[in-house]
């Protein structure tokens, strides 16, 4: 069911937010990139 | 500090023993506390995020008139910069008064679609329904989109850092109130799964027409979705656990007992084996349904009583579950101050014999003009008489 109809998927979003070298954040807080998921229809 | 730590600790034991019915020595006095409170400081909430370091007093300031022995755990539940970062598409806003936060849900799921949240519920949301509701992080390039997850992630941070943790600090250290039951973040067990199609994928209007035209989607979709349910590791008794559901006040009996209470009794039965409780906040009116709640162990949950009479919810579960109510925030706006605490001397006098009860108002106080003289007499009024 991947949605890549724009090339990229959600799941590819949050890899490469918590992959990004220019984001200074320690590895348990780039690791909460990974659990937005509901949340984002909540906020 | 070492003072105010005992008393918390003082405040703590005297709750075990109002919800155990162990003979407290007081009826503990619950501050249903959220944003509102910012009010008694005399400005908005709005104002009191822009500046960190007003926060945690701003919003304590009530304490300095009004007594308590526990608070509920205040998330901002704002996030000004993520939302700035995400276009200011967040349903999450401050209204008009400045201080009251408002929900406006836009339900993205449609109702032809359960078999495909049946099928993968994780990839339905973030393929589905995330793409629906953010339509711009799908076509503007993923080095844009990955920044606004980093702010998203980021301010929830801030927000906590800034705001949560200090005003935690104040309230514990300096008014040595003790935290009922932990945030929604902190949560250990996992909501109903119909609390989500509710809250995040249908909304009321969808979710209540689907129960009645396709209960048995409903039904499969809700299962599939509990397969990825997780229980966290209870490391400590207290703060006791919360729940603020919104869709059992409109179940009836036989849909609440289908499609809610295996998952929410599962939940409470994994709090009462590691010794903590279940504070429900218990939305709108649930005298229906409060028969199922002798099926957990006695003295296992707390129900803050909300568009129900604290007296009708007593006389339901109060010989089984500790009730909690006392005033009501509508009736405090208009009533006199004589009114108010003759309605909280009734209740006290009904439901605190013996324990099993907490003192606290119908609903959080979320706006200002929820905070008021009568709130704060009724509250001194409810410790000083609440005395065994």
Not at chain 2, 353 to 379: A, E, H, R
């Amino acid at each position: 069911m991947e949605n890549t109809k724009h090339g990229y998927s959600f799941d590819d979003i949050l890899k490469a937010a918590h992959d990004d070298p220019e984001w200074k954040q320690p590895e348990e807080v780039k690791k909460m990139a990974f659990f937005l998921g509901d949340m984002m229809l909540w906020f | 500090m070492e003072n105010k730590e005992r008393i918390r600790q003082e405040r703590i034991d005297n709750i075990f023993k109002a919800v155990n019915r162990d003979n407290p020595k007081t009826v503990p006095i619950f501050a249903n506390t959220v944003q509102g409170m910012i009010a008694y400081a005399g400005i908005t909430y709005k104002k009191a995020l822009e500046n960190p370091e007003i926060y945690p007093t701003a919003m304590s300031r009530i304490f300095d008139d009004m007594y308590a022995d526990c608070y509920q755990p205040n998330e901002t539940g704002i996030y000004p910069m993520a939302d700035k970062a995400m276009n200011n598409s967040f349903q999450l806003k401050i209204g008009p008064d400045g201080t009251s936060v408002e929900h406006v849900a836009r339900p993205v799921m449609y109702e032809d679609e359960y078999d495909a949240l049946e099928a993968d519920p994780s990839g339905f949301v973030k393929n589905v329904l995330i793409p629906r509701m953010y339509s711009f992080l799908f076509t503007e390039g993923i080095d844009k989109a990955k920044k606004r997850i980093e702010a998203i992630v980021e301010d929830t941070l801030r927000m906590y850092e800034l705001f949560d943790a200090p005003l935690d600090e104040r309230l514990q250290n300096e008014y040595g109130l003790a935290k009922l039951f932990l945030s929604g973040g902190e949560c250990p067990i996992p909501a109903p799964p119909i609390d989500t199609i509710f809250d995040c994928y249908r909304g009321f209007k969808g979710t209540q027409i689907d129960l009645r035209r396709q209960f048995d989607k409903v039904n499969a979709a809700i299962a599939a979705m509990w397969e990825s349910a997780e229980y966290m590791p209870i490391e400590n008794t207290f703060p006791f656990v919360g729940s603020a559901p919104h869709i059992p006040a409109y179940l009836s009996p036989k849909q609440f007992e289908k499609i809610y209470w295996p998952y929410y009794k599962k939940g409470i039965d994994y709090l009462d084996e590691n010794g903590t409780k279940f504070v429900i906040l218990a939305e709108h009116k649930w005298l229906h349904i409060l028969d199922f709640f002798r099926d957990v162990t006695r003295n296992s949950c707390v129900f803050i009583a909300d568009d129900d009479d604290v007296l009708d919810v007593h006389a339901k579960i109060g010989d089984y579950h500790t009730v909690a109510g006392g005033a009501k925030l509508s009736k405090l706006r208009f009533e006199t101050n004589e009114q108010t605490i003759d309605y909280a001397k009734k209740v006290i006098d009904t439901c605190a014999p013996g324990g099993g009860f907490i003192f606290t108002t119908d609903k959080p106080w979320n706006s200002p003009t929820d905070i008021n003289q009568n709130l704060v007499d009724v509250y001194n009024f409810a410790h000083e008489y609440g005395r065994y």
